[in-house]
């Protein structure tokens, strides 16, 4: 009897825990002048985040799906040039050889070319992302009557409870629930 009560008054002090860190979550009671922030930690753990890693994976899957057919009709294409030797003149040969090495650079190119937009791409919506959260931390930064954020990573040490990442976070995610809609500039 005595521990099913234990219990109960345990199970009742879980509850009342996640019921008071639900509330923290939606109010600011940190008053401090200095702020931190794992501003990295701030974006993979927003929706938008989230979702804009999602996307760029996939887009980042996609392509490299599609080097991987390139790399296999390149080889076979130059397996095709190899077994043409034997019945073409040296200079017929070498001409083909460097049409497919032309090819081939050129491909190479492109391809980068891909992977270079891409990153450029997330870096992009990174950026819009930080630009969004202005006004957000801005408000945060008030409600505690702080004259700066600093970046977590580059304090020494600090206590947690000036770390306002999770409390981002959740505004955040009100404001910018996906990252189909980026955020303006």
Known sequence: MRRSITGAVMAALVLLAGAVTAQERSRLDVKSPVLTIDSERMFEGSDFGRNTAAEFEALAAQLSSENRRIEEELSQEERD?????????????????????AKVQEIRREQDMKTRQLNTDLEERRRQFLNATA???????????????????????????????????????????????????
């Open 81 to 101: 040039i190899t077994e043409q030797r034997a019945s073409l003149t040296p200079q017929e040969f070498r001409e083909l050889a460097d049409a497919f090495d």
């Open 135 to 185: 006004p957000v931390l801005e408000q945060l930064m008030r409600e505690a009557g702080a004259g700066v954020i600093m970046e977590r990573r580059s304090v020494f040490i600090s206590s947690n409870s000036i770390d306002i990442t999770d409390m981002a976070i959740s505004r955040l995610n009100e404001l910018l629930p996906d990252a189909g809609n980026a955020p303006e500039q």
